[in-house]
């Protein structure tokens, strides 16, 4: 469980309900390949957009009861008839996508929590009703599992991000922690940059935090997977911690040894 975007998605884990694992490849395709059209390839911001637009229609057809004929979304309507899906969640998601087509800085944490509700939080939601564990405290706790991993992957990307010409780091936070945009990744160990990612991380943690009972609420292995995703986001904040929040020079990312980490810490929660 690297924690990419969309890689936070218990893609057929050996944890998750096998009658489940269908289901939730079909999600995954369509975010994947969304998320994909957004990001990746040489294609236009109008051709990217247009492209969102059609997945967009295909949504819209499903909603109304039809069967498309591209295998994906169709498929996608089969897992939406059987488990009585929302679509509402899947647009969500595709509003994100063509949000990250158009925009490249966010002026406040508000703008940025707006994003994540769309580009993140929509995951979590879907897989609450496959898991049918939708209630009030499950959503809000999901909502706060699923902002703090997005927040996570941007923070240990800010270099490459920096690259596509992103910063998702709140303008406001860059302007009070005195760190102006043209100097990141020129300077990682001055003292404005660590304190102004200390306090990214912290936030996310906490957010994090605040969301993980929701682990221990899901029984069995739902609840097992949880575990494992909730330590896997805490575990990959301790790593930019570890280098001492220079992730320019190496992107934080969890191996063996963290895995046994996460594994004892998803086991004593």
């Not at 998320?35 to 390839?41: K, L, S, T």
């Not at 957009?49 to 309507?77: K, T």
């Not at 609420?217 to 949880?226: A, D, F, Q, S, Y």
Request: hydrophobic share 45%; aromatic share 8%.
């Amino acid at each position: 469980m690297p924690v990419e975007h969309y890689e936070n998605f218990p893609v057929a884990s050996f944890l998750l309900p096998r009658r489940l694992v269908p289901a939730v490849e079909a999600i995954y395709a369509f975010a994947r390949s969304a998320d994909d059209i957004a990001d990746e390839g040489n294609a236009t911001p109008p051709e990217r957009l247009a492209e969102l637009e059609r997945y967009g229609r295909e949504l819209e057809a499903i909603e109304r009861g039809a069967v498309p004929a591209e295998p994906m979304f169709a498929r996608l309507a089969g897992v939406v008839a059987q488990y009585r899906l929302p679509v509402k969640p899947m647009h969500d998601l595709l509003s994100a996508f063509r949000q990250d087509v158009v925009t490249t800085r966010y002026a406040d944490y508000t703008a940025l929590l707006d994003y994540c509700r769309r580009s993140a939080n929509p995951v979590g939601r879907l897989l609450l009703e496959l898991y049918d564990a939708v209630d009030e405290r499950n959503l809000r706790d999901s909502d706060a599992i699923c902002t703090s991993l997005q927040l996570i992957n941007f923070w240990q990307d800010v270099a490459i991000d920096l690259a596509k010409g992103r910063i998702y780091i709140p303008q406001e936070d860059l302007e009070r922690h005195l760190v102006p945009e043209s100097e990141l990744g020129r300077e990682p160990s001055n003292p404005a940059w660590r304190a102004l990612m200390r306090f990214e991380v912290d936030r996310a943690r906490a957010l994090m935090l605040s969301g993980a009972p929701l682990a221990l609420r899901l029984p069995g292995r739902v609840g097992w997977e949880l575990r494992l995703m909730v330590q896997g986001g805490l575990r990959i904040l301790e790593s930019i911690e570890k280098v001492d929040y220079d992730v320019f020079a190496r992107r934080p990312t969890l191996h063996a040894s963290d895995w046994i980490v996460v594994a004892w810490r998803a086991m004593t929660m």
